[in-house]
């Protein structure tokens, strides 16, 4: 699957079970690989999502969290908890 980066600016992040994260801000990425690391989400407004990591204000979300990117990018909730253990 190939998506450009243009078309994930702005776009909702969601949680698997449907809570909203926020929107993405930026993606962080190794640059020798090329993997992506982590996707940098503004998060909405009165959100709190306690496995999520913050700083500065954004949440950090290891990329390898990610289920699926179409009209929203969704976070696996289950794969996040597991990454906080």
């Known amino acids: 699957m190939q998506v450009f980066a243009r078309s994930l600016a702005k776009k909702t992040v969601l949680m698997s079970d449907g809570t909203v994260v926020g929107i993405l801000h930026n993606i962080?990425?190794?640059l020798k690989t090329?993997?992506?690391l982590s996707?940098?989400?503004?998060p909405a407004k009165n959100t709190n999502?306690?496995?999520l990591e913050k700083k500065d204000g954004f949440y950090i979300i290891p990329?390898?969290?990610v289920k699926s990117v179409s009209d929203y990018i969704v976070i696996d909730r289950k794969m996040v908890?597991?990454?906080r253990c």
Do not use: S
């Not at 996707?39 to 503004?42: A, D, E, L």
């Open 49 to 51: 999502i306690p496995e």
């Open 39 to 42: 996707v940098i989400v503004r």
């Open 28 to 30: 962080t990425a190794d």
């Open 63 to 65: 990329f390898d969290t």
């Open 34 to 36: 090329g993997l992506l």
């Open 81 to 83: 908890k597991k990454m």
